[in-house]
């Protein structure tokens, strides 16, 4: 009964490869989460519970004002977001000569050096022609989507796709089509049945289709199948469009994202997006592609036309990072930080699997989420961790289905290995109380 009033199906239509992805897994945990008598529960995960509701707000606060915590939940990949020798005396400096916003869009005089070199930067680091950029992630995806594909148009978007492609995608009036989560067999099979209505193997009855996926999945920490994906839009024809939010800074062994990683040439791939809210330790997001799309993106996008353009602050703080993570600093502290991120991410995962913890995703790739199933463990986990001073993000419905909540730990190549093993320390003793071990430890042999 729990199972069918959970509302699954209510996740439908974007999200409905959850259900399939997952269902046997929620299957197999269904009796942790609902079978198991209240009684039976640990009693210190409800004296947790019962501590929550009555002093939260408190507790919450008293964190915040007395405590350091160690960070296991932001996207600052590469420690960007920090205190820098060569990125903040540039954005101090930029914030001094440009100030804090230009107070108009890019077309009325919202354009500064800054924005053009910016352009020409993240073209040259994707490895594409051209590139736009927005002030805001969100909106580069939200904004663009409907500026390439409309009526007529066919969209075949990953089902675990983020939110802001999801509404791009819906905005846009253009037909949508899920494909099963980085299912290259999947997606072929949707194409070949849109395709078939056209009686010949051309796009037939469609304008154009648009693939959708995206680099790193930021709740799964799973990284794009992209060769497979990329083979069958080859196939057939269609545009491909990568999201590589989480990917692009963070992986690749020049930073330069899941083509890298994977040897897929940037020159296949139609539409590059990225975020700078991650790796670049900013905000705002680009688009990177042909000199021919992003021309039409520059006359035709309403966030570019109508939209004040980027923070000059913002927009520099982008170019240093970038600058540092392509060793034009004069440095080598941009590969240092590659190579760190890498180990670190690996050295966490590992651990956790060797505790006993369900880790999601792929090796090299920041995210880790940790399986907690039942949404009843997460403000229990988040909130024992935060009072061992450790800060981890738990996510729940609908960023997740109902039954899969999660603790999502975010490494960064800024973690010492000092802090890693405290973090390490606090999640098992957290993972014991709240019953979150789901896989069980091999004894070692003697
Ligand atoms: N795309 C993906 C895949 C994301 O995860 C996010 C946000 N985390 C965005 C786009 C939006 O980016 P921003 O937070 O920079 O607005």
């Known amino acids: ?10 996740y439908a239509p974007i999200c409905c490869g959850y259900e399939d992805f997952y269902w046997r897994r929620v299957h197999l945990r269904m009796q942790d989460c609902f079978d198991r008598p209240v009684a039976s529960a640990p009693d210190a995960w409800l004296d947790i519970v019962e501590r929550q509701s009555n002093d939260s707000h408190k507790t919450l606060q008293r964190t915040a004002e007395t405590s350091r915590c160690l ?12 205190a820098d020798e060569y990125c903040t005396p540039r954005v101090i400096e930029s914030l001094k000569k440009y100030s804090a916003s230009t107070c108009s869009a890019r077309v009325d005089g919202g354009n500064t050096k800054l924005h053009t070199e910016l352009e020409e930067l993240v073209a040259r680091f994707v490895r ?18 409907p500026t390439l594909i409309g009526k007529g148009g066919l969209i075949v978007s990953d089902s675990l796709n983020h939110n802001s492609i999801v509404n791009g995608s819906r905005f846009s009036g253009a037909t949508i089509k899920v494909f099963k989560h980085n299912n290259p067999a999947h997606l072929e099979h949707v194409l070949r049945e849109q395709i078939a209505e056209g009686q010949d193997h051309t796009h037939k009855p469609w304008k154009k289709i648009i693939v959708i996926m995206e680099g790193i999945y930021s709740m799964e920490g799973e990284m794009c199948n992209l060769p497979g994906i990329m083979a069958v839009c080859k196939k057939y024809k269609a545009y491909t469009y990568l999201d590589e939010a989480h990917s692009i800074g963070a992986i690749g062994k020049t930073g330069r994202g899941v083509c890298e990683l994977m040897g897929v040439d940037p020159a296949d791939i139609d539409i590059m997006m990225g975020t700078f809210t991650k790796s670049f330790g900013s905000c705002g997001g680009y688009i990177a592609a042909s000199k021919e799309i992003i021309h039409h993106l520059k006359h035709a996008c309403p966030a570019h036309i109508y939209a004040t353009s980027i923070s000059p602050p913002a ?24 190579a ?9 995962r590992l651990e956790l699997k060797k505790m006993g913890f369900e880790v999601l995703g792929d090796n090299d790739s920041p995210v880790m989420p940790i399986m907690l199933y039942n949404p009843a463990k997460m403000p229990a986990f988040s909130r024992e961790c935060l009072r061992k001073n450790v800060a981890v993000c738990t996510i729940a419905y609908p960023a997740t289905p109902l039954l899969l909540a999660r603790a999502r730990i975010c490494i960064s190549a800024s973690h010492s290995r000092d802090d890693l093993i405290r973090g390490l320390e606090v ?3 957290v993972g014991d109380l709240v019953g979150a071990k789901y896989c069980p430890v091999e004894k070692e042999k003697t």
């Open 427 to 429: 999640i098992s003793k």
């Open 71 to 82: 960070n296991l939940g932001s996207y600052n990949y590469l420690g960007f977001a920090a």
């Open 128 to 145: 594409k022609p051209a590139a736009i950029v927005f002030g805001m992630g969100y909106v580069t995806n939200s904004a663009i989507i």
């Open 1 to 10: 009964d729990a199972v069918k009033s959970s509302n699954l199906k209510g």
């Open 340 to 348: 760190q991120i890498w180990e670190n991410g690996n050295f966490f």
């Open 315 to 338: 927009a520099q703080q982008v170019i240093s990072a970038m600058k540092v993570i392509l060793g034009e600093d004069g440095s080598n502290r941009g590969a240092k930080k590659l």
